[in-house]
């Protein structure tokens, strides 16, 4: 029996030595005979197992849904305040008060500096003096023109001193006028030593505390903008400014009515909308883009002049279209796919195209009916016609976690299935409509049971996967033995 067994498993193989004993004389054909002894023993392993069949992969699918969607375009721009404001001197002199505390609201022609004003009031009188004068000697010179216009007619003077004094007169008018001239410049000199503000809004940091000396040539003593309403300006490329204008006619909607939405660095949505009120006339040469501007009303100052903010522009009214989930896309050299479910459960490649996003769901323009089943999880371990197990995923509970079907399958499912008895896969057809709360504890211990007892499987599954490989590698092992011993008795003969 144990011979027959071992010709079963491999032929037989007559030893170097009895090769020696039938032939003592021919050393030269013990070489082809080890040769061919190493051969044969070489493929006498064991017949390689069959590979196991792989379960279907686990995936999260999705149906696909139909909502309204608004066609949007998104861009990212700059607040701009309506009018800002550099506050400068425009006479010299000492600060000597400042009116205002550092971002504060003020009101239109509110003094916000004051410099010292001693040196303008007194150039101000002085020139109030030298009008005084020049009116003076306007009087004593149309006086001696009238004497001299008498003494004319009596022949008592000449033509000549008369016009003389007919000029005196028009020499001492002028000097009126030059002297209020001059009067009228140190009152303003006089008024700049008041700066105050020309438009009503917030003002900022003062650059110049009280005491310093400023001058037109110190800069700005502090900047003041206006904040309501406010602008928010962004650049658009000629190819997305033609596209916005013919999606706006075919929709039959007017460009000027276009709604903007504006977006707070923290993700939330402002309250306050605006409208289109300006596009440039020019292009920008070097990202041929158009700035465009729209008017937003901001009564709380919550938009701040510099500030970046994303806009949405919506084009028209909503229209309904078949969503999913953006997390299905992807993308190749060929453009955007998503998988879907067939009716034999396998994963098949789906071309589609996308519009405008919704939340965390992207439009579908083409491509995915209503009620397709979209894989959104366990995308990586799909590959094209290979069957899948797709689950739906799972509403949030009261912790706000969300399990997903994927994640159920492989808990409470796979192995564990194959541990637990038949009966326990029958619906109920008899007892509540509605479960208590010890049924579901009870549910739930038989769920904990076949988990624990597909983990014991497993274990088992693995111990019997180790013996086997000890058992292949100790054959291995006795197998390279011999022939070893086989090599070297060859050698010595």
């Not at 509403?395 to 976690?401: P, V």
Request: charged residues 25%.
């Amino acid at each position: 029996m144990r011979q027959a067994a071992r010709a079963t498993d491999c032929p037989t193989i007559t030893p170097v030595a009895m090769l020696r004993h039938h032939h003592p004389r021919s050393r030269w054909r013990l070489l082809p005979a080890a040769v061919l002894l190493g051969l044969v023993l070489g493929g006498c392993g064991k017949p390689e197992a069959p590979p196991t069949a792989t379960a279907p992969p686990s995936v999260v699918a999705q149906a696909a849904t139909t909502e309204l969607v608004e066609d949007e375009a998104d861009f990212v721009g700059r607040v701009v305040a309506i009018n800002k404001v550099e506050l400068r001197a425009r006479v010299e002199g000492f600060l000597k008060e400042r009116r205002f505390k550092e971002g504060d609201r003020v009101e239109k022609n509110q003094v916000l500096f004051l410099i010292e004003p001693d040196q303008y009031e007194a150039i101000v009188e002085q020139r109030l003096a030298d009008v005084a004068s020049a009116k003076a000697s306007e009087l004593n010179a149309s006086a001696q023109l009238k004497r001299g216009q008498e003494l004319l007619a009596s022949k008592n003077i000449a033509q000549s001193k008369v016009d003389e004094l007919q000029a005196a007169e028009s020499v001492a008018q002028a000097s009126i006028q030059q002297a209020q001239a001059a009067l009228n410049a140190a009152e303003l000199n006089l008024g700049y030593t008041q700066i105050t503000a020309p438009v009503a809004g917030r003002i900022g940091l003062a650059n110049y505390t009280v005491g310093n000396l400023v001058s037109p040539s110190s800069g700005p003593l502090a900047t003041l903008v206006s904040q309501n309403p406010i602008y928010v300006q962004f650049p658009v490329t000629q190819r997305e400014l033609l596209e916005a204008r013919r999606e706006i006619e075919n929709r039959g909607g007017n460009p000027e009515q276009i709604k903007v939405l504006v977006e707070l660095p923290d993700g939330n949505q402002y309250e306050h909308s605006g409208q289109l009120n300006f596009v440039d006339v020019t292009t920008n040469e070097t990202t041929d883009s158009v700035t465009l501007r729209a008017e937003i009303a901001n009564p709380d100052g919550i938009l701040i002049d510099g500030q970046f903010v994303n806009l949405k522009l919506a084009l028209g009214d909503p229209d309904a279209s078949v969503v999913v989930p953006q997390a299905a896309l992807q993308v190749d050299q060929q453009g955007i796919y998503i998988f879907v479910v067939d009716q034999d459960n396998k994963a098949q490649v789906r071309r589609i195209q996308t519009g405008p996003t919704k939340g965390a769901n992207v439009a579908v323009t083409k491509g995915l009916k209503e009620g397709e089943l979209v894989i959104v999880e366990g995308i990586q371990k799909v590959r094209p016609g290979q069957p899948v197990k797709a689950s739906p995923p799972r509403a949030l509970d009261n912790s706000g976690f969300a399990e997903t079907g994927a994640d159920a399958n492989q808990d409470a499912g796979g192995d564990a299935s194959k541990g637990a008895p038949k009966d326990a896969s029958k619906p109920a057809t008899t007892g509540a409509s509605k479960p208590s709360v010890g049924t579901l504890n009870a549910t739930a211990g038989d769920s904990d049971a076949q988990t624990d007892s597909a983990k014991d499987a497993d274990d088992k599954q693995d111990q019997e996967t180790q013996n086997n490989q000890n058992k292949q590698d100790d054959q291995g092992k006795q197998d390279g033995q011999a022939e070893r011993e086989q090599n070297s008795e060859a050698n010595a003969l």
